[in-house]
Structure formats: structure tokens, C-alpha cells
């Protein structure tokens, strides 16, 4: 979970009186963050990453406030209207589609506040941004912007600018192979004929979305006014991250201004900053919590909480301000009641009616598979999902169309996760090549594969690989074991040749489920034994079970 570091005078300032550090552990912890570390002036909490207006101080001390009684209710937030126009290009829409804006002024920055400033963006880049496929922003210096301002997408090679933290002009392209963050967050901008540009009426480039600010617009400890835009896939998501950033900023001291937006076929002023209104059922919050709720603690509770709450009739109305994005369902409601009432208010009690639970389907499964294949005489391996990109591609002789990587691994022999079982197999079979033949090992366990339908780009799905190993190992006898996996598990596999990079030619084939290639089995060619430094022949046999429709 992200976490983020509570200097006590720090929050006394956002609070408006002083606070030991005592009181803030115990403040924080009913608000449901959990202290990760504690010092005589500080405090470090993490936060769950579905409260992503607590990635400032200051929109923790605005929880605070309420949790404290020092101010209860929902904020109010005034935007101030600007003539600041940002105009869409139409051909955005096939690159990065949406854009949002503002301006926020009169701010008196620091080092200290500037750090907190670039440290919320890095954390919202991560929570509502999926690691900035999603959602990117750009943060400027408005005293260097000329409006209007435009959102194109341009060619590669059409233009050149200083990047942050750059000496020289560069190319975009440039920018992509040469800088650290620019080889960073390529992949988001792979296959795209355009490039997006926020660009001023100078001709100026201000930011090249979703990878790097330029250095003209570089915010500094003298900023004043910070022009804001934020692009994205989702109108939703941009607009969710901008209100969350320009609250946080008003609350630093901050006067916020719209931005008119001019898409081809709409005007959109942003921020729209509107609360959201809700009905609850007292009863349902009161079941959900366990407790006999009267209206005026559920109200009391509700205002701790920063929102706005009524009895209207038989329900409660309630005002959810602009930067609460969790708030999806009024089943939600029950903990923002339970928090602000105090959980340790609340006596817990175990439920008296008897429940059953049974496995899932997939564990059902994968208890049968393993009771099989030990009843085959094969010895269960259990290798980790973490892997790495040699023994995965290039000892296979496969080429890495995309990897799941990992980002600052702590080990080279962990820099990715395994997209099949095979690797950690063999690994298997080269630590025990000294122990006696033959050698029959399995593993059941999840892989990625790619799926660019989802924001991860990457699914798990389970598998099932199998590997023999001795003198004589050969097609046949890894074949009689595939025939009766597929009896015991009332499959309908169908075999078809197929040379694999892995396989020796001629002596594999592709597995098929309803027409559909669900794994591989064969015999290892020589070359990848050598790789592995395995002495004996080996074949093996994977199966993708989710493609069996078993599961």
C-alpha cells in the first residue's frame, strides 16, 4: 500500500493548532490508515489506495479536522471562472482522447510544500493512473504559459523541446530512447502513428503526455500559479485525479480557476468540482454496522467524516464532496459511519448461525490434478511466480514480445513473471541432476498472459506442466501420460505437429481444446538442455487449463 510521511508541525499547520505525536497516531489509526513507522516528530502511515485524496497531508489533515471536531461538514470549494481556453484536436482521439484542466493561484510554495506537491501527483500517477496508461498529469509554471493553450497530436519528429530535467532539445523520439523516463513509459505510447503535445500559443511545448513535462514550464520554490492538465483514456478517471489535485492544492492556500476545454463537438468547463447526493435506509446502515444506529449519531458521524448529511423522511440525504471518489454504492456509507462513530465504540460479536464453505471450482480442480498426477508416480515442484527474462526467452529460444517486468527488481534472477511453467521445470531437473533417474516432476500453478482488454495488459490463468527425465525419456512415454490426464479429466484433446524454438523438430505437437491451442507437448531440444545444464533427455508436456472449459 502507498504510505506517506506526517511531520507533526506540518499538520498542525493545516490543522490550526498544535499536535503531539501521540494524539496523531491514535487520530489516524480511526481513520482506518495503519502506522507504519513513528518518531518524536513524525509519523508514517499507508493509506488504502481507494482513498486517493489522502495522498497529500493536506487531505489527510482535512480528515482530521473532522475525525478531531475541529471542523465537521462537507468543505466547500469555489472556482473562480477564467477567459483560459485549452483546445482539442480531433486526431487525439486515437492517441489519448481526453483532457482536463486548471489553473490554481496565490499559492506561497516551499521546498517542503513543492516535495508534497510532486510526491501526490507520483502516487494519484499510480492509484487512478495505472502506472500513467490511464491517467498522466502535467503540473506548470502558469507564469511561463501563454493561452490559449492546444491539445495535438503531432508526428514524432514534428517538434523538439527541452525536457524536464534536460539540458538540450530533443526530439520525442528522441526522448523515448535516450532519457530514463522516456524508456520508462514508452510501451504506452507503442504503435501510435501521433504523439499528444499540450502546446501554447507561442508554439511552445509545455508537455509531452504521458511522459515528461518540459523544462520551460518547471515548477520551483517562486511558483505562484500552477497550470494543471491532466490526459487520460478515461474522461471519468482525469476528472477524478484533477478535482482530488486542486482541492489539495486550495487547501495549501490556493485560489482554483476553471479552464474552458473545446473538444470538436462539446465545451467543458473544468474543475467540476458539484457534490454528488445520496439516500440511505438507516435500518440497512444499521444491519451492515451490527448496531441499533439512532438518525442523530448516524448524522454526527457522517459529519465527522467531512460530508454533508439530512434526515429526509424515512432516509438520510447526504452531500459526498467533488475529491471522494470511493464512494461508489450505499453500502459505503456503513463504514463512514462506522469510522466516524470510532470503531473502538463498537463491541464485536460472533455470528451465531453456522456457515459452510466449500472450495472453488479451480481448487476442486487443482486437488484432482495433483491426486492424478502423484498417482502417475510424478513428484510435485513448487517454483515462484518471480522469474527471469533469460531462462524464460532466451534459453526457450523465444523472442520477448513484452515481458511483465519488474520495475527496480532487488535480484537479476527476478526481473519478470513467469509467462509459462516450463522454466522453473527444468531449474527442477538441473539442481537434482545428480540424484537418480528417472525423474518425474509437476507443477500446478498460475502464469500471466497478455490480455490488453484490462488496464494490467495481464491476466492469471493456471496451468498444468509435467517433465520426465531419464536415459531413455522419449514422445511416446509423455504421450501415454497426456492420453490419460485427458481421460481421467474427460478431455477432448486433439494433437496437431508443431515445431516449437524449445522442442526438438519434428517431435512436437500443439495441444487443441475445441479448436483452440491449449498448451504443448514434446521433447526438449538438446540445445536447451545444454542452456540448463541437464545431462539426460527430457519431455514435457504444459496445458493452459482455463482454455479447457474444465474450470
Not at 465537521?72 to 492517441?95: A, C, E, F, H, N
Not at 514422445?475 to 522442442?503: G, H
Amino acid at each position: 500500500m502507498p504510505a506517506i510521511m506526517l511531520k507533526t508541525n506540518r499538520i498542525a499547520e493545516f490543522l490550526g493548532r498544535e499536535i503531539k505525536t501521540e494524539e496523531l497516531i491514535e487520530a489516524i489509526r480511526e481513520l482506518g490508515l495503519a502506522i507504519e513507522e513513528a518518531g518524536t516528530d513524525y509519523v508514517k502511515a499507508e493509506y488504502n489506495p481507494n482513498r486517493p485524496d489522502y495522498s497529500s497531508i493536506a487531505g489527510i489533515a482535512r480528515a482530521l479536522q473532522g475525525i478531531l471536531g475541529i471542523k465537521t461538514g462537507m468543505p466547500r470549494y469555489r472556482v473562480q471562472k477564467s477567459d483560459v481556453k485549452l483546445i482539442v484536436d480531433p486526431k487525439v482521439k486515437d492517441v489519448r482522447p481526453f483532457v482536463v484542466s486548471a489553473i490554481v493561484k496565490n499559492l506561497e510554495l516551499n521546498d517542503e510544500s513543492l516535495e508534497e506537491i510532486i510526491a501526490m501527483q507520483e502516487d494519484l500517477h499510480w492509484i487512478i493512473g495505472r502506472d500513467r496508461r490511464k491517467v498522466a498529469i502535467g503540473l506548470h509554471d502558469y507564469s511561463k504559459v501563454h493561452p490559449p493553450i492546444y491539445y495535438k497530436a503531432m508526428l514524432p519528429d514534428s517538434v523538439s523541446f527541452i525536457p524536464l530535467g534536460g539540458r538540450n532539445k530533443m526530439t520525442p523520439k528522441e526522448i523515448l530512447e535516450e532519457t530514463s523516463t522516456g524508456s520508462k513509459y514508452r510501451w504506452i505510447l507503442d504503435g501510435k502513428k501521433y504523439f499528444p503535445f499540450i502546446i501554447d500559443s507561442r508554439n511552445e511545448v509545455l508537455s509531452f503526455p504521458p511522459i515528461i513535462n518540459s523544462s520551460l514550464t518547471e515548477l520551483t520554490s517562486r511558483t505562484k500559479d500552477i497550470f494543471i492538465d491532466v490526459t487520460g483514456t478515461d474522461f471519468k478517471a482525469i476528472s477524478d485525479a484533477l478535482n482530488i489535485l486542486v482541492t489539495t492544492l486550495h487547501d495549501m492556500g490556493g485560489t482554483i480557476y476553471s479552464v474552458d476545454v473545446i473538444y470538436d463537438d462539446k465545451h467543458v468547463i473544468t474543475p467540476d468540482l458539484s457534490s454528488t447526493k445520496w439516500r440511505i435506509n438507516l435500518k440497512e446502515q444499521s444491519a451492515l454496522i451490527g448496531i441499533d444506529l439512532r438518525p442523530i449519531h448516524a448524522l454526527r458521524a457522517l459529519r465527522r467524516m467531512r460530508l454533508d448529511a439530512r434526515i429526509v423522511g424515512d432516509e438520510i440525504e447526504i452531500d459526498v464532496p467533488a475529491y471522494r471518489i470511493d464512494i461508489m454504492h450505499p453500502v459505503d456509507f456503513a463504514e463512514e459511519i462506522a469510522i466516524g462513530i470510532g470503531y473502538s465504540q463498537l463491541t464485536p460479536l460472533i455470528p451465531y448461525t453456522a456457515n459452510f464453505g466449500k472450495l472453488r471450482p479451480e481448487s476442486e480442480l487443482s486437488r484432482l490434478i495433483r491426486l492424478l498426477m502423484i498417482g502417475l508416480g510424478f513428484t510435485e515442484a513448487v517454483n515462484t511466480t518471480l522469474s527471469n527474462k533469460q531462462k524464460e526467452y532466451e534459453f526457450l529460444g523465444i523472442p520477448n514480445t513484452g515481458s511483465p517486468n519488474i520495475l527496480n527488481p532487488a535480484s537479476l534472477e527476478y526481473d519478470t513473471l513467469r509467462v509459462r511453467l516450463l522454466p522453473g521445470l527444468l531449474e527442477s531437473l538441473s539442481i537434482n541432476k545428480h540424484n537418480p533417474t528417472p525423474q518425474k516432476f509437476f507443477e500446478l500453478g498460475d502464469v500471466l498472459q497478455i490480455d490488453e482488454s484490462v488496464p494490467e495488459r495481464f491476466v492469471r490463468r493456471l496451468s498444468l506442466c509435467i517433465v520426465i527425465s531419464h536415459s531413455s525419456a522419449s514422445f511416446s512415454e509423455i504421450k501415454s501420460i497426456q492420453e490419460e490426464i485427458a481421460r481421467s479429466l474427460q478431455l477432448d484433446l486433439k494433437m496437431i505437429a508443431k515445431d516449437y524454438p524449445f522442442m526438438m523438430p519434428g517431435r512436437s505437437v500443439a495441444l487443441l481444446s475445441n479448436d483452440v491451442e491449449a498448451g504443448y507437448m514434446g521433447e526438449i531440444h538438446p540445445a536447451v538442455l545444454e542452456k540448463f545444464k541437464i545431462e539426460m533427455p527430457v519431455t514435457a508436456l504444459e496445458l493452459n487449463l482455463s482454455l479447457l472449459g474444465i474450470l
